[in-house]
């Protein structure tokens, strides 16, 4: 019997923590929102095409960023990484250039009409310093192939061809931007899932599903 009133008090417990985490970012003044507003044209999704591109390419990044660490930590693994690391950093190349071409053609939800104008701004900066990157940083990997004498095989059969002419300096230099650019990917995604995962379990105001395609509560705008 006691155990049940010990259980029934901690489950009690979290919920009123729960409850008041959610209160103390809803009093904030730059996390002041309940319920999703927005303009009935817009849709309440992304499009089934930029759903599946987020995640295919959001699993490939890390995959690939872990690869590429591996690929500095172990000499006898390198080899065989490098055969991995090389036709998916492609793969995000021309997956990234369909998921512009899907960006523009087809229109996104909108953010909630509660959320500040700065938040707003820096939301859609980091969203296209991510494009950016996603675009950059393949092209790095391949300058650097190219510059230090290598190929940029994607299978056995389908090798790209150089885009830069042999340059030791030049090889030096990409590997070096080409590893900052990994690692500020790395921690600009690492932050974008805390704040999906803040707005999916705290804020739960609509935006997390828009990317999943799942229902969530809306207040239209009146």
Known sequence: MSQRKNLKSQTILHLNVGSIIRQWFKDLKIFKLKHRSVNCSAPMNFNLMGRILHWLMATMILSTIFIGLGMMTSLSSRPWLID????????????????????????????????????????????????????????????????????????????????????????????????????????IVVGHLSIALLHALVMKDGIFPSMTGGNRKIKKES
């Not at 950093?89 to 909630?112: S, W």
């Not at 500040?116 to 991510?130: T, V």
């Not at 391949?142 to 002419?165: D, E, H, R, Y």
Request: with cysteine.
């Open 84 to 187: 991995l690391h090389v036709p998916i950093g492609v793969a995000i190349l021309f997956l990234c250039i369909l998921r512009f071409i899907n960006r523009i053609v087809n229109p996104i939800p909108e953010l909630p009409m509660e959320m500040p104008k700065i938040e707003k701004r820096i939301a859609h900066f980091m969203h296209w310093i991510m494009y950016a990157l996603m675009f950059v940083l393949p092209l790095t990997g391949w300058a650097q192939l190219s510059a230090g004498g290598f190929q940029a095989k994607v299978t056995q059969n389908i090798i790209l061809p150089p885009i830069l002419n042999l340059s030791p300096v030049l090889y030096a230099w990409l590997h070096d931007i080409h590893r900052f650019l990994a690692w500020s990917l790395f921690f």
